[in-house]
């Protein structure tokens, strides 16, 4: 007999003479004839009641081996309910032990840290609250790609090692298979990276942004969504090592189109999750954040407001608040005056635009001011910025005196200025942390919880 | 104006007044009262024929500067097609150049070779050939998660960086922000991987299996998409040292199961692409590979063979063949063997199963007979294997005998064994390397053509 899922259990129209439920135990009271037994699969957030009669065949014996974490397989009919908070429940004829849990099982009890879960990531997706966030995860995840692919966006992998670095900056790993005891040295008595796989140095990308570029230059829309990494020694509840990362890039597309599309993708996945994931949702608005809902509202309802950097630099001033880090034009914005934009002043969603010219990289557009560049920041309510991007400087002559202010010299970039030197178009982009995005979503408030096994800093277990 | 894509304008309903198309030239012919400009913008395959009169303000400049590769901007009308191969074409009232190619540029004559076009790996997405084949890598990437989805699948991002090794061999890159000429030293002379950025030795996965499982045994279905790595010296058309793979994995699945939800995948993975990329698909068939579409309905209309390794062994014994690398039982089949089996004796796509125990790794079920274990490959006419899984050896003491078997500590395996120790379910999953089934379905060749930009020994450009 074909396994049923409980999910698809739970939405059945009409009860069932018979029907096969396979899972783990998640709880189970006894009373004098029957015990009712938890039945839990991952599919949804909700188990199944499970009804055993004491009259089936080695009943003890099978509760008594029916603990919690146990693996089971259960066949029955599916009917309705007597009990709240259910529409069915299953009467079982068969109770079959697949795999006890041994008595040591952690996930026993209810009331664990985070901490402690962390510990024990390869059991935790097991508990509601992370078999909520890892649905909800599967599901952002394929709500991005519906959103560019039926836009026309063309989906791109762009390389994981890499021999450049697209901000010119950012700390990076090193990929290699030299020994790292005796590497191979060449005459000068330095590492003879010619040697090494790709006989040259070789890193983990920290941004596939350029090499975007080069197929927008081709297909006009693409987006990449691939793992991205930061070699930065910050041990913060926000960063992590290795995480994906969304980065759409459009030919034909300036800075204000860029940030239409910015604001409907964050409403579109605010949407479907909320459509897709009611229950997973609901469970967070009562156990994670009680505001989680009211601020999903808030970004589904209102158009997000925009406003130049050097306008939001104004409102900053001009607000009497004392900043813990005070700030003026040319600063960058700290997470205290991202969020008071947002949640204060403007009371929704914000867009900020036009940054000076020195906080930004060396590809963004440079404006006729000379002093600020075509730069976006989107910021959101409770968690600030969750998305940055710019124009791209397609003037050949520009981008070239924007490497050398940069320090960083063409023969490395020479394919990146071919974009410049054969048809170049006006285009733009952006960057989304899908972990950031993921946590705004859930309310979930450390980004090691929303990464099925995190790595950072001392951490790569599993 | 709102900007319209080739790929929209090809399927209007009807004429249009006024319409907006920007893109690249790729062919312009003059004759004396006006030009023919195709019009690509990468959104598919064929661009758009158009008609520039003389009469237009400053034609022949403009005529002059819209060579192969530059970047114009076209407003007119969209009017039925006198010509033959399309039912459309625009009629320019303004014809705007956004960007010249410089007279350098490297696509304007046809016939390059291939090694050629992967050196200028930026620009050859603007070739038809590889336009098609990034198109068809995005479309089939989406119909993958589409079949998952559909099916009640939770996508999981498995980590990049890992400290395990899932096959218990497999040559792997390390990853690390030691100072390479100058590591630090433990006291016995060592290099001290704890002052490494994780605290220990750490590399680039081969495999999110492992680490799938957990997700399974708690979610049920899963399923993983994502970068993998081997640095494997292999110069072949084959072999990439990064590259992409699905592997989903299944509870209360068991092997054969496993064969019939890896036959829907590839059926539906061809399907989707013969009905969203049917030009793209019409294109290789012509020009690539006269053999696709023959070779993708035979994988579409029959279903696929079952046979055992011990089977296979039996067939190609008796088969009076001369094979270059003879086989017996207990041997690898070789790409030869496979294809035979596929191409000639089942004619058809083929599932083998049941290998012997020697052959696989650590994590298959044992049969009963002691010498094979539950493992499956799914092999392809013209390709061989596209698909390797098996179900996993959940009976925590077999598993353990397995491990000592092939000199694996448990202490390294802990969290794969408390898999087996808390509710152990029967479990089954495979991989498909993404880039096989992309070189299977568009007929090309070469690994280094269907990547965007290829990492290879000596080679990890851009």
Known sequence: MQRT????????????????????????????????????????????????????????????????????????????????????????DTFEIIGEADASYPLQKKGHTLEFLREIAHLRPRSNLFGAVFRVRSRLAYAIHQFFQERGYFYVHTPIITASDCEGAGEMFRVSTLDTDKPPRAEDGSVDFASDFFARQSF???????????????????????????AENSNTSRHAAEFWMIEPESAFLDLFGNMDLAESFVKYLVADVREHCAADLEFFGKFVDKELNARLDFVLQ???????????????????????????????????????LAEEHFKCPVTVYDYPKTLKPFYMRVNDDGKTVRAM???????????????????????????????????????????????????????????????????????????????????ADF
Chains 1, 2 share one sequence.
Request: neutral net charge; aromatic residues 10%.
């Open 5 to 92: 899922l409980v999910k698809d259990a739970h939405n059945s129209t009409e009860p069932r003479d018979s029907i096969l439920l396979q899972g783990w135990v998640r709880t189970r009271r006894d009373s004098k004839t029957f015990s009712f037994v938890e039945l839990n699969d991952g599919s949804c957030l909700k188990g199944m009641q499970i009804i055993v009669q004491n009259t089936l065949p080695d009943y003890e014996a099978l509760m008594h081996k029916a603990g919690t974490g146990a693996s089971i397989s259960v066949g029955g009919k599916l009917v309705a309910s007597q009990g709240a908070g259910q529409k069915w429940e299953v009467q079982a």
């Open 302 to 340: 209102r158009p997000f407001q925009r406003c130049s950097y050097t306008e939001a630099i104004e409102i900053l001033e001009k607000s009497g608040r004392k900043w813990e880090h005070p700030v003026k034009w040319g600063d960058n914005m700290q997470s205290e005056h991202e969020r008071f």
């Open 377 to 459: 920041d989107v910021l959101v309510p409770g968690i600030g910025e969750i998305i940055g991007g710019s124009q791209r400087e397609e003037r050949l002559d520009v981008l070239r005196e924007n490497m050398a202010a940069h320090g960083l010299a063409e023969k490395d970039y020479w394919w990146y200025l071919d974009l410049r030197k054969y048809g170049t178009v006006p285009h733009s982009g952006f960057g989304m942390g899908f972990e950031r995005m993921l946590m705004f979503v859930t309310g979930v408030a450390n980004i090691r919880d929303v990464i099925p096994f995190a790595r950072t800093p001392g951490s």
């Open 204 to 230: 983990l990308t920290v941004s596939g942004q350029l090499e975007a570029e080069t197929f927008a230059c081709a297909l006009s829309n693409v987006y990449t969504f691939g793992p991205t990494f930061r």
